[in-house]
């Protein structure tokens, strides 16, 4: 594979907020009036870069095609994991780059991350309406679903909850 997962630099910050965007915006994650307020959160990059640690796979030549924020226990981005796992929230890639296996990169680096640390599962939430690439891309790499954690962070957005455990 011609990408490389790496830690993210502040110089990327701006192609991370662009593609974030540009990501959620392409498979309806903006949509139903969370557009403005969410796509300010994923616009945000210097201030996710402060509560969690940053990813980007990068092509060859530089170019910045996704990014993933991994949160500890505890960490004020932390949405749904408990002690001993480790979650990664904001999964990107960039609209161009999709179907090259970015996505899954970025999940699996984080899944080695979390064996690095020692955690006992990794964690996840996605859209329910909007998410199914995304869930059956989780499926494929054996994260199943616990539905005690599925929320509503506002009226008519479904998270659904989903771990795989180490």
């Known amino acids: 594979m011609d990408i490389v997962i790496r830690p993210a630099?502040?110089?990327?910050y701006a192609a991370i907020a662009e593609l974030s965007v540009l990501a959620y915006v392409d498979?309806?994650?903006?949509?139903?009036?969370?557009?403005g307020h969410y796509a300010a959160r994923l616009r945000d990059v210097a201030g996710r870069a402060k509560d969690a640690s940053l990813l980007v796979a990068v092509d060859v030549d530089g170019t910045v095609l996704g990014s993933v924020a991994i949160c500890l226990p505890g960490s004020p981005l932390a949405?749904?994991?408990r002690p001993g796992e480790l979650e990664f929230r904001m999964l990107a890639?960039?609209?161009?780059?999709q179907g090259r296996g970015v996505g899954r990169a970025l999940a699996t680096a984080c899944v080695d991350r979390a064996r690095e640390l020692?955690?006992?599962a990794v964690v996840i939430c996605t859209r329910?309406?909007?998410?199914?690439?995304a869930q059956a891309m989780y499926r494929s790499m054996g994260f199943t679903r616990i539905p005690d954690r599925d929320w509503n962070p506002i009226a008519n957005v479904q998270l659904l909850a989903w771990e795989l455990a180490l």
């Open 9 to 12: 630099e502040s110089d990327d």
């Open 27 to 35: 498979d309806g994650q903006l949509a139903e009036g969370v557009g």
């Open 79 to 81: 949405e749904i994991n």
């Open 93 to 97: 890639v960039h609209p161009d780059a």
């Open 118 to 120: 020692g955690s006992r």
């Open 128 to 133: 329910d309406e909007v998410g199914k690439p």
